[in-house]
């Protein structure tokens, strides 16, 4: 019966610990730069995204600062506060990382694949990599610092 017992606790709270890692993400981020914060929240889609909430220069020329370097001309016109940058992040709990996602960086109109994680039990810097062709060793390390 004892047995029976945990055997059904360890089922219950085996995947709120896992949701609970997995939200670790979620909150306000400021870029390496901090010159910007992205908000990640969970999606409907039970995946992960984040969206810039503030620039430290909104504006440009006395207008909203726009998506200029992106190549396509309808996107180039879409501002930048409020763009969503990281999408479709989902926690891989064997790797306690957040995988499949993509970043977009608005200063190069450029869009790459990506995952993110934590170290150290550090959970005030998030670590994302992002990289070209799925060749993770072509790609580009950042730190975000989790705002206060």
Known sequence: MKKNLFTAVIILFVPLFIQAQANKIEGTWFNEEKTSTINMTKGSD???????????????????????????????KRPIMGLVIVKNFEYDSKKERWVEGSIYDPKNGKT??????FEDGDYDNLYIKGYVAGIKALGRKTIWEKKR
Request: aromatic fraction near 16%.
């Open 46 to 76: 039970g995946n992960y995204l984040g969206k810039i909430n503030w620039l430290e220069e909104p504006n440009e020329f006395g207008a909203p600062k726009l998506d200029k370097e992106n190549d396509d001309p309808q996107l180039a």
């Open 112 to 117: 790459y694949d990506c995952y993110a994680w």
